[in-house]
């Protein structure tokens, strides 16, 4: 197996790693974009890309399904809701909420990691490989606004500009999946730093 494993390859493992948890929880919706789930990170999800982060995010996928809302405070603070799906999924919990965040920092029970263990070596496995690949990024490359700011990163937005000077605020992520165009030119908006690095 190769120790240089592209972005590409982790996104598939995540994938997998996903399909893995819809095994035993059918109503897990498909995971749209796991590329995205790389370099976003949110503080009230937790900051690490791990299987717990993302038996964390199935959470969110199964209370989706059920139309059930599990966050509050623009999705900062899980509530009981999100507890209860959390326990079902094989996620235990301190007894009190945290004042910000409720009951996000959840962790894999020891039953859940005897189900998932496979999975997860699997995982960690690619995150590692991917964390190699990645580490000899210059200054050059982009690495979005969480790692220029120290911030966490989930949905934080950054400007993107178009040849007419007009200018959005946007997720990276986001204009990454397809072109944002302008209504004044037509030409698509883009991120400075992405430009200034490929000159």
């Not at 059918?26 to 749209?32: G, H, Q, S, V």
């Not at 900051?47 to 059930?68: I, M, T």
Request: hydrophobic share 35%; charged share 20%.
């Amino acid at each position: 197996m190769s120790t240089t494993q592209t972005p590409p390859v982790l996104a598939a493992e995540l994938a997998q790693a996903w399909a893995d948890i819809q095994r035993y929880h059918p109503e897990l919706p498909d995971l749209a974009a796991p590329e995205s789930l790389i370099g976003e990170s949110s503080s009230a999800c937790g900051h690490e890309l791990s299987f717990e982060r993302l038996l964390h995010e199935a959470v969110h996928g199964v209370a989706a399904a059920r139309g059930v809302r599990d966050t509050s405070r623009a999705g900062r603070y899980h509530n009981r809701r999100f507890l209860a799906i959390a326990e079902e999924l094989g996620l235990d919990h301190p007894d009190e909420p945290h004042p910000s965040s409720g009951f996000s920092l959840v962790t894999l029970t020891p039953e859940a990691k005897r189900r998932y263990r496979p999975t997860t070596e699997r995982l960690q496995r690619a995150l590692k490989a991917h964390s190699a690949a990645t580490a000899g990024d210059t200054a050059r490359s982009f690495r979005g606004p969480a790692a220029r700011h120290g911030s966490s990163g989930g949905g934080v937005r950054v400007k993107a500009v178009c040849d007419c000077g007009r200018n959005v605020r946007v997720v990276p992520s986001v204009l990454a999946q397809a072109p944002i165009v302008c209504g004044g030119c037509g030409k698509p908006f883009r991120i400075p730093d992405v430009v200034a690095a490929a000159g």
